[in-house]
């Protein structure tokens, strides 16, 4: 009795077979681009974080420096729950994460360093630090989005 399988794929597949198969495919796909954008709310997530956190970071002193510290933590944490439930992960999105997470790591710790040791306190140079360290995370965010 034929089941309308052959012995090697796509063999005899009949074409309502194959239509309900490609409709599976779309469907798949579909899921898979909807629940992979968490990658781009991620890494936006930390990029407004740091536009804040940074300059706080540096302008901060006292039980303020001890707050923000506990704070960034606790976001640190935070997002890092939320990132181990997420069960998709899109093609690439590995490699841009990492991507951006490494220049931003080198633009914050660069940061820091320089501003405390030559602009402590002062947010002319605090501010654009964060935001400027935000930028390879907008920019991952951006093309996750586009991906």
């Known amino acids: ?26 469907r798949s796909a579909a899921a898979v681009r909807r629940h992979g954008r968490w990658a781009a709310r991620y890494l936006l997530a930390y990029a407004v974080a740091t536009t ?9 002193t006292g039980r303020w420096s001890l707050l923000v510290t506990v704070a960034w933590i ?30 931003w790591a080198l633009l914050w710790v660069s940061a820091v360093v320089v501003g405390h040791s030559a602009f402590s306190g ?16 907008l920019l991952g965010a951006r093309l996750a989005i586009r991906r």
């Open 74 to 103: 606790a976001f640190v944490v935070a997002t890092g729950v939320y990132a181990r439930r997420q069960s998709v992960l899109r093609r690439g999105a590995r490699r841009l994460y990492l991507g951006a997470t490494l220049v």
């Open 1 to 26: 009795m034929d089941d309308g399988r052959g012995a090697y794929p796509g063999e005899g597949l009949s074409p309502a077979r194959a239509a309900v198969a490609l409709a599976s495919v779309d």
């Open 52 to 60: 804040v956190f940074l300059p706080a970071t540096g302008l901060s």
């Open 122 to 137: 002062r947010p002319s140079y605090w501010v654009p630090a964060g935001l400027a360290a935000s930028v390879p995370l």
